[in-house]
């Protein structure tokens, strides 16, 4: 069984930064693309960053120069350095991974964090 365990959330004020970690754990053979979503109260759950096992990134138009998505290949790990955060990245945010398991690939979700930027 694989799970993906989020941590780094909390409170901040605008202008702030946080940094959230996503790891993998269980039996993974690999793991391909990783990410991070988010979902704001009333609204869809959207993807902000993107990660290639290659290391190869994307991001939202609205947090492109902002945040940063990087990756421990070594740890099966995740993060997001999130700088300049404003009111709206309010959300809560959910980590994502594509894992080749012993039954194939798969996706997995972790259970989100609560980013709140609120002065």
């Known amino acids: 069984q694989v799970q993906l365990v989020e941590s780094g959330g909390g409170l901040v004020q605008p202008g702030g930064s946080l940094r959230l970690s996503c790891a993998a754990s269980g039996s993974i053979f690999s793991i391909n693309a990783m990410g991070w979503y988010r979902q704001a109260p009333g609204k869809q759950r959207e993807l902000v960053a993107a990660?290639?096992?290659?290391?190869?990134?994307n991001y939202a138009d609205s947090v492109k120069g902002r945040f940063t998505i990087s990756r421990d290949n070594a740890k099966n790990t995740v993060y997001l350095q999130m700088n300049s955060l404003k009111p709206e990245d309010t959300a809560v945010y959910y980590c994502?991974?594509?894992?080749?398991?012993?039954?194939?690939?798969?996706?997995?979700w972790g259970k989100g964090t609560l980013v709140t930027v609120s002065s």
């Open positions: 994502n991974a594509r894992i080749v398991v012993p039954l194939g690939d798969m996706d997995y």
């Open positions: 990660i290639t096992s290659g290391g190869s990134t």
